[in-house]
């Protein structure tokens, strides 16, 4: 007999961070009778148990909380709500008819959902990935490692620490490590502004009086068992080294924060189309992707700005799949949604069915000042400042869409401000 | 400490060494490796690029290396079947880009069929090639198609033969530098001193690789010298897995192979260049050149429609050859037949198993008691590999989950290794954060270890029964993590802003 167990439910949701909670949360509220979610960590939340730090939950619970305090709430509400749960449990393999393979510690499963959500985030730009030159020492990790480390596991990475990019999750890391008693030498940002939230740069990098280093990156790491020394050094507008700009810095630990990629080996398996820009599978305004029966939200789509965001979207993903399973399938729009000048991208890629309103997520591809965001030509909004690392977010009512054919392009027009 | 007493020692645990030791285990003989790492496999063995030839480098000059090349590409797929190592026979395309390209492929040709390759052709349909490597550049004209050329794991293969020699009643000694050797003879045995003590062997098998020259002059054999070459590589993202069906390699400016891109048995492509003089073993190191205009460019002129940003890792691997033509140096020190020289180089891992048995069988019986020729009756080749749940149909993980629970919990989520395997390469000899990922890839996937990290280190602590602070990446030295709050308290200092 196989030993291999199927399993059959409504609607299964991969990952188990805040956009999967909040899919499954949803999904129950809008009567979706099964309702499993599948996590490969030991615990629900995602990322969040080992964010420490406040500011989750502004939007979506209305006060500040933190990763935590956040996964907890939202486990309380799925719990409540009759959300079945695996945790330890792995999808290896998804194909385009919906059968989900996972293991556990108990079994191989099969899973045959009648939809499904693809909610499995994103992970960290490797070390690797960067083509750094040099050696290959010990001490080398991604902020978020970094972060585990200290906040789960209770061990630090190092003591001596520099720190390349400046996402938010290297200045959060940037101020816990001071905090902790190590010696942060340096952020190192290629680009001339920094990557993350002002908010960071403020609570984190200002208030604790640590070197910026914008304009530059990291020319050579050296050591043979664990990292004796980074080269640093500033790069032109190219972003090609500038030579006699190097600095030497002693220190044993370098961390990586240099951005955040959709984890989508999965979704590639069912087919589903991706786009090259967000990393993510393309999607409509109802969160299908190109591959029936499949809807994705979160940072699996694009990287959120906030935990809220990526619980919200999915959220919409989930009403969509229930009335997917429900059987409603209409759609009755077809807009290409696409990017125009400054912005390097939106989401959804399409808009296939008139509801209240569509969402629209993009970032600007530089820091610009008096920024006028336009959709098409039925809308348009002003922003004092738009930046890269702040997602734009423009809610508009669907009927403005009524009488658009064809194609949307999103535009955005202002002052280059670095 | 006590002193430890073997027939036969052999100095260094890269494929050399683990080859021998495997062949010397056949006679009825007790074997010991001592490696001087806290891993096997770790120096060169680690950084080779992991191909099989076929013999297309023939050079007069090397008859010896000739010998091992051809019979070893033509003996490697039964070895690894036998020791149940990754193997994969899929040819190799060296390709030209004009007609003076053209015409050195056909001068290799012949002077490979002269040597004795005969599976060998020339393809000038350029339909055919691309029938054959879809992807490769239109711009190539002609290729020449070696099918014997393999890939095959190159530490999967010194885990196979030391595990099988370790079967058969070897053993294995790691963090075991030897400082000194001595020949003792009156007892007519060598007299080792190891950072583990004392050792003593009535035959020493030197196959220390890029550091052979100076285990040699140990006992006053200063006959070879050894130069080292570095290689720059890059592995691509398994997203391409497949778009790259053979070794295609390109001509250097000599005329000879050079530039290569392949496929690896683990599914994801490597790319490499040729390989460049070095004076310096730890120059072990990648450069921005090196990736970025060279390694990169070539692969690109091969296989341009896999882009620069798939690379998940860089990496340098230092190569050790005797000076001068290269040829291998296999022969007893002068005046001490018992102290046996292995030293390969180039193509050593496609040689290896074959010029092991060259030393075991021709070698070996001109200098050793005809009493120590006697073989062991009940030697077996085979050995089994640890489960690798990548690999696995899904009716055999369902059935290795309900023996094991353990390999159902997956640690390493890009290479999906579970917990189960973690455990058992820690049985086998994993020691470090890189034992457990060399032996069972977690780390070695598109996200570096990121997750998987310190998981692995909380594995190792609990198994190896010692402190997180105590696990190492790749042996001393190398800690992954230290103690929170402790006293070793940071400084101020000059801040550069």
């Not at chain 2, 003089?277 to 429609?305: K, M, N, W, Y």
Request: overall charge neutral.
């Amino acid at each position: 007999m196989s030993k291999i167990i199927t399993h059959e439910t409504d609607l299964a949701i991969i990952g188990g961070g805040p956009a999967g909670l909040g899919a499954a949360i949803r999904a129950k509220a809008s009567g979706v009778k099964n309702v499993l979610l599948i996590e490969r960590s030991e615990e629900l939340g995602g990322v969040l148990p080992q964010c420490i730090h406040n500011g989750f939950g502004l939007h979506y619970f209305k006060e500040s909380l933190t990763g935590p305090a956040y996964t907890y709430k939202m486990l309380q509400d799925a719990q409540r709500a009759g959300v079945d749960f695996m945790t330890k449990t792995m999808a290896i393999r998804v194909d385009g008819e919906n059968r989900i393979t996972a293991l556990n510690r108990d079994r191989l499963l099969e899973i045959r959902p009648k939809a499904t959500i693809l909610c499995m985030g994103c992970r960290e730009r490797s070390f690797g990935a960067l083509r750094i030159p040099g050696t290959r020492p010990a001490g080398i990790y991604t902020a978020g490692t970094a972060q585990r480390l200290i906040n789960i596991e209770g061990k630090m990475p190092g003591k001596r620490v520099v720190i390349l990019g400046s996402g938010d999750i290297g200045m959060i890391m940037a101020r816990r490590l001071t905090l902790e008693g190590a010696k942060v030498l340096a952020v190192v940002e290629i680009m001339p502004f920094i990557g993350g939230l002002i908010r960071n740069e403020v609570q984190c990098l200002r208030d604790f009086h640590i070197p910026v280093y914008v304009s530059h990156t990291i020319k050579e790491v050296r050591g043979t068992d664990r990292i004796e020394k980074i080269v640093v050094t500033r790069v032109d507008q190219n972003r090609q080294y500038i030579p006699g700009t190097e600095i030497e810095f002693d220190a044993d630990t370098l961390l990586i924060s240099a951005g955040l990629i959709p984890e989508n080996e999965l979704s590639r398996m069912a087919g589903i189309s991706m786009n090259a820009i967000t990393g993510g599978p393309v999607v409509d305004n109802l969160w299908q992707t190109s591959t029936p029966g499949f809807f994705a939200g979160g940072n699996v789509v694009h990287v959120h700005d906030l935990a809220d965001y990526a619980s919200e979207s999915a959220g919409m993903a989930a009403a969509n799949a229930a009335r997917y399973i429900d059987g409603d399938r209409s759609q009755d729009l077809d807009i290409e949604v696409a990017a125009g000048a400054n912005i390097r991208y939106v989401v959804p890629n399409r808009i296939s069915k008139l509801q209240e309103t569509v969402s629209f997520y993009m970032r600007v591809t530089w820091p610009l000042a008096d920024a006028t965001v336009r959709i098409g030509d039925i809308y348009e909004k002003h922003f004092q400042f738009a930046r890269p690392s702040e997602q734009i977010r423009i809610d508009l009512p669907t009927k403005e869409l009524a009488h658009v054919h064809g194609q949307l392009i999103v535009s955005c027009e202002g002052e280059r401000a670095v | 400490m006590k002193l430890k007493s073997f027939d036969v020692i052999v100095i260094g645990a890269g494929v050399a060494g683990a080859a021998v030791a495997r062949e010397m285990t056949k006679y009825a003989l007790s074997v010991a490796v001592l490696e001087k790492n806290a891993e096997v496999a770790c120096e060169v063995t680690k950084g080779t690029h992991a191909i099989v030839h076929a013999g297309l480098s023939v050079n007069p000059l090397t008859p010896l290396k000739n010998r091992g090349e051809l019979m070893g590409a033509a003996m490697m797929g039964q070895l690894c079947a036998d020791l149940d190592v990754k193997y994969q026979r899929i040819g190799k395309l060296l390709v030209a880009f004009d007609e003076t390209q053209v015409a050195q492929l056909k001068a290799l040709m012949q002077s490979a069929k002269r040597l004795g390759l005969m599976d060998i052709e020339l393809i000038e349909d350029r339909s055919r090639l691309l029938e054959m490597e879809p992807n490769l550049n239109p711009d190539v004209i002609a290729a020449l198609h070696t099918p014997n050329t393999g890939i095959v794991s190159p530490w999967g293969l010194v885990y196979g033969l030391l595990e099988n020699a370790q079967d058969n009643g070897a053993s294995v000694f790691v963090e075991c530098a030897v400082t000194g050797i001595r020949w003792d003879a009156e007892a007519q045995r060598f007299l080792l001193d190891t950072r583990q003590g004392p050792f003593s062997a009535k035959y020493v098998v030197n196959a220390a690789g890029p550091f052979s020259d100076k285990v040699a002059a140990m006992v006053g054999d200063t006959s070879f010298q050894i130069s080292l070459t570095r290689q720059e590589k890059v592995i691509f993202d398994k997203n391409y897995q497949g778009a790259v069906r053979h070794v295609v390699r390109m001509l250097n400016n000599m005329g000879a192979p050079g530039d290569f891109i392949c496929p690896t048995v683990y599914g994801d492509l490597m790319a490499g260049v040729e390989v460049k003089p070095t004076d310096d073993f730890d120059a072990c190191h990648t450069t921005q050149p090196g990736i970025e205009e060279h390694v990169l460019r070539s692969s690109a002129r091969l296989i341009p429609t896999i882009p620069a940003s798939a690379v998940i890792r860089p990496f340098s691997g230092v190569l050790n050859q005797c000076a001068g033509t290269g040829e291998f140096v296999i022969r007893s020190a002068p005046q001490l037949p018992r102290f046996l020289n292995f030293v390969l180089g180039g193509s050593g891992l496609t040689a290896c198993y074959a010029m092991a048995q060259y030393l075991s069988l021709e070698v070996f019986p001109t200098v050793a008691d005809a009493a120590d020729l006697k073989t062991r009756g009940d030697f077996n080749p085979c050995r089994k590999d640890m489960p690798h749940v990548h690999d696995l149909e899904p009716e055999e993980l369902a059935e290795l989950i309900a023996r094991d629970p353990r390999y159902g919990h997956v640690i390493c989520r890009c290479e999906t290794v579970t917990e189960g395997e973690i455990v058992e390469a820690i049985r086998r000899g994993a020691r470090s954060v890189d034992g457990v990922k060399f032996r069972t890839r977690a780390g070695m996937g598109r996200c570096q270890g990121g997750f998987c990290g310190p998981r692995v280190i909380a594995i190792l602590s609990r198994e190896l029964q010692i402190p997180p602070e105590a696990v190492t990446k790749k042996g001393p030295g190398s800690y992954m993590v230290t103690a929170l709050r402790d006293d070793h308290s940071v400084k101020g200092e000059a801040e550069h802003v």
